[in-house]
């Protein structure tokens, strides 16, 4: 067995053999990541055994993440309601559309519900920073695709709580779910209203005493504050990611006279361990469980993930008055999954709810999907 | 068991509890949390467990924290003849002093060399942690208690085999001695002389292709690199963190154009995972099993562990022409065993050569020299 440090050099090592990648196949660098760990796991190389410490440190990764995705919310701009119509249309057509799928390729209650899930939530980081190496940020269009995928990632991340509910209970009991979201909405609504006064605290702690003695104080106050909300998020049932995500919208915006800076310190944090992450969801793929009887729903599952978030986005953006090719970039600009999708396979994979191929399966779709947008998008008349 | 996001969040409070105590009691931050870290342990409340995850992520906090002292040091100032002589005034007098001082109060060969090599290396992390709290680590005193402590790492761990060996054979082989100091002195030449070339390559790669596409490449390149360090460390027989340090120093005063700046980024990781460690240090000291009996040894072996090291250090250190306070400071500053002493001891436990409180009178030791050093520190004039 490596010991932990030849472990992470190794898995870093990799990291940057993505980035080169995603270099040379001009993709995210995301993209280039997982697959460099689909090729070193046990698929092919099978270097880097997918160890309890990487295991963990890939979990810190995945909160790292969404804490700093959360850093980069305005409140504001989640309150639109035109795009909380696409957003809306953007879960359920994917959400109902993949259970089905799924049921029609005799796959039971559970399975079923987490691949719909999987369908569910755009991923912001990748539909924005494809948006942004265009330069189309401020177009009316882009603007509509990132306020939805905002909407769509705590939805989506909502779904995942409750399927993961309703599994663990082995059936859909509506006054769980009801409760679930309540206790959601509840949680969330709570984490917005406090953000003021949490803003607030860490404002007034910055111009005065230990934390302006030490620059570091607010800073570990603001990553305890991440973790802190990250437990309670599960202790009431969500995923420890929406919790991360909600301390990450919550601090958003402080800027300190004293202290280190919050967003750039997140940042530093998600890009090591972002790193084990993505690794380590290429590590967990063993395309030779890609078996030939899976093909066809593998196939399926891909074109549904298309499908549902192009025509569905894209109907929605038309009723709330987009033109027509506007509407098709939206429809486009929703269809990544990206790390949610993964997020939501691997806690599937990891409670033992969905087998290898459909782990794979869905990871796959993520990777595709996450690969077909840039694509259509730069090619779309704006 | 709590959740790894818990026991994250309540570490990670507790740190703050402790900075809070140290603005208190006008003390370094590392002294603060260690104290926190004691009430906190077994000796009091109780409320933390040293899980593996814990003990994990605190090894990887006393990582980071050398690479991040590292990359405040520039090589030519670490090899200087004359640290050697304060290095080995500071091995060779506390070992044979501990030795003698064991065999005073009637313990056997094998416990007498063992604590005399808990009594010699002196743990950077500690001092070098407070030096750079202090802002003090450019002064000409912290240099030579760096570079001092740095040479002290190594030859207090080729001591340790050196004990080891002689306690299992009964007899000092030289030639496996030799060995062990080769390679160490090897390891250690090869990464200096490697420097400018890593450098160089860094500088390359910031200007052009894949690092400047993405600005956090060379950032993930450059945690690869202390891990790769670290895990070379291990593997020839030195301590991980020598090799994080080392990794450190060669990445020295890089400065990009376009990618993320690497002290920074260390830095933050720092913070967060030296919070961990400094934690963990306290959590692990078990109060309750220093017995009564034992008390007058361990009051005279904290007595040997500091005078020796002020003493010795000291006036090695006046006789390389420091000045009377300067050397007084070098002498504190070589006092504290951290780590390696707790290494030595649990060692010495486990292999039953020592009993119980005499394990926790060596971690004991290890704790008081480490608390007192920050305080004499901090109140020395400068």
Partial sequence: MATIELQISLILLFALA??????????????????????????????IKYSD???MLAHLGAIMLLFAIGLEFK????YQTKYLLIAFIGIILPWTAGYFLANIFDYNFQ???????????????????????????????????IGA???DDVLGLLALSIAAQSVREGNIELMKIVLTAMKAAAFLIAGIFAAPYIKKLFMKLDEQGVAKEFPDFLFIMSIMFCFLYASVAEIIGLSAIVGAFLSGVVL?????????????????????FGAIFFISLGILVNLKELTFNILPFFGALILVAVLTKVIGCGIA?????FSNSESLIIGFGMSPRGEVAMIVALIGLTSNIISQNLYVSIVMMSLVTTVITPVAVRNLKW
């Fill in 149 to 151: 995928a905002v909407i």
């Fill in 75 to 78: 409140n504001r701009e989640i």
């Fill in 53 to 55: 410490a990487i295991k």
């Fill in 111 to 145: 399975e079923s519900m987490f691949i719909g899930v999987s369908l569910t939530a755009t991923s912001i980081a990748i539909t924005a920073s494809v948006l942004k190496e265009m330069k189309k940020l401020n177009t009316p269009a882009a603007k509509a695709i």
């Fill in 252 to 272: 958003e915006g402080l800027k300190f006279k004293n202290s280190k800076d919050l967003k750039e310190g997140a940042e530093y944090l998600h890009v090591i």
């Fill in 18 to 47: 993505g980035y080169l990648l995603s270099s040379r196949i001009n993709q995210s660098a995301v993209v280039g990541i997982i697959i460099v760990g689909i090729i070193i796991g046990p698929s092919f190389l099978a270097i």
């Fill in 317 to 321: 953006a038309k009723m709330v008055r």
